[in-house]
């Protein structure tokens, strides 16, 4: 797909040989898709990503999918503590408090695709920054459309399912069966998760929350180690 090339100058080498097994959405925060470039291009600010969509459906490709990128930041999925050299990072242009543009979404899907099939990332392993980045970190948001994305396989969504009594602890270990830290609190990991898949849900624990996180860990259990963990 066509991509307009503007390099960032903020990006180095992935460590320890790593290659990109991980796709991190973000989302931009700010004005507009020039304001994002300007700030992801900026080498004061010491931040990029290796795509940005803007909410009118262009692609800028800003960093070359070999180099490490700095998006992710402090975080980890899995065992994965240097999530920028497992990753491709890949920023939305949204202010966060809006639903987004359907050319974004558009564009979003074919580059999904197509990076998915050229690095051999798994549905699974599309995620979203606040869920490596819990408590740090909410983007995409609540308004975005997870759902949308794994009905074309490009995410994961839970199956319908009765879940059992709350419970805290079972809750946690499904959870960190699928992915977010195992040693993150609990009220931390309950918030991340629903701001993915239950956006909507709110108060303590819920039976929905279990049936969805034991479902998630049953079908996609997150794959610990591997090179540049």
């Known amino acids: 797909m066509g991509a307009l090339w503007r390099p ?9 040989g790593a290659r990109p097994d991980m796709i ?10 020039e304001a994002a470039l300007a700030r992801l291009c900026d080498p004061g600010a010491e931040v990029s990503a290796h795509y940005l969509v803007a909410r009118d459906g262009r692609l800028f490709h800003l960093v070359d999918e070999a180099a490490r990128a700095w998006h992710a930041g402090a975080g980890r999925w899995g065992d994965v503590t240097d ?4 990753s491709i990072g890949i920023e939305l242009d949204n202010p966060g408090d809006r639903p987004f ?31 490596m980045a819990p408590g740090r970190k909410g983007d995409p948001g609540r308004r975005f459309d997870w759902r949308r994305l794994a ?12 879940g059992g009594r ?20 609990a009220e931390t990991v309950l918030d991340a998760f629903r701001l993915r898949f239950r956006p909507h849900a709110s108060g303590p624990l819920e039976a929905a929350d279990m049936a969805a996180a034991e479902d998630l860990a049953r079908r996609f259990p997150v794959d610990r180690g591997g090179a540049g963990a």
């Open 24 to 33: 991190v959405l973000h989302y931009t925060a700010m004005a507009d898709a």
């Open 166 to 185: 709350p419970d805290t602890g079972a809750f946690r270990a499904a959870a960190a069966r699928f992915g977010y830290g195992a040693d993150w609190p």
């Open 8 to 16: 960032s100058p903020n990006c180095g080498p992935r460590r320890g």
């Open 101 to 131: 543009s359907a050319p974004l979404m558009t564009t979003l899907e074919a580059l999904l695709r197509e990076v998915m099939a050229r690095r051999a990332v798994p549905p699974e392993r599309v995620i979203g920054h606040s869920d």
């Open 151 to 162: 009905r074309q396989g490009l995410a994961v969504w839970p199956a319908p399912g009765q």
């Open 83 to 86: 999530v920028n050299s497992r």
